[in-house]
């Protein structure tokens, strides 16, 4: 399986409809600047062009620039067709590394929480996970108070390894499981 900028849908779509769109690279530029006002709503909330996340798509931007082939495996839009605006974000954190691993992330608009939409998305990376022949490894990083995803994350099959220190998010327990043993849904 080759990673290409097609939307990934959920492993069931009886069950989901959600899937993740890539962001285009003019469109990343313009979040990580803080220009949203212009874009389409399709790319746009307040949630993905708010302040919590104008560091994660300067990041993203940066790290575009540098290694373009990361484009379709980092963050993307969850979209729910029947919502006008994205729900949320996810993906992975690039593409996988020399051991097989790749980091997953997700963020809900607060406004859209407990809809099942960080799950749907879960089981979305996972399967791409497991169809892809670089991946052996998924990791997924925690903050320690965060009691839903740590919850979430451990019904899939991830275990702790450890901890870490990210300069944006504090200490994160990580998370992981292999992309063979995870279960999708």
């Keep these: 399986m080759t990673i290409t900028s097609s939307p990934w849908g959920h492993p069931e779509p009886r069950r989901s409809r959600l899937h993740l769109d890539i962001v285009p690279e003019s469109i990343l530029r313009a979040l990580a600047a803080g220009e949203s006002a212009s ?30 082939t990361d484009l379709p495996w980092i963050t993307r839009l969850m979209i729910d067709p029947q919502v006008t605006t994205p729900v949320g974000l996810a993906g992975f954190h690039g593409a996988p590394d020399e051991a097989g691993m790749v980091e997953i992330g997700y963020r809900v608009d607060p406004a859209q929480r407990r809809r099942g939409y960080a799950r749907r998305s879960l089981e979305t990376l996972l ?57 999708s849904s």
């Design 39 to 68: 874009l389409p709503l399709r790319h746009v909330s307040p949630c993905v062009a708010g302040p919590e996340c104008v560091a994660l798509w300067r990041m993203r931007s940066e790290q575009i620039r540098r290694t373009p």
């Design 127 to 183: 399967a791409v996970a497991q169809r892809h022949p670089d991946v052996s490894m998924v990791r997924a990083t925690v903050s320690p108070d965060n009691v839903a995803s740590r919850a979430l994350v451990t019904s899939y099959g991830f275990v702790e390894t450890g901890e870490q220190w990210d300069e944006e998010d504090g200490l994160e327990t990580i998370y992981e499981v292999s992309a063979s043993a995870a279960p």
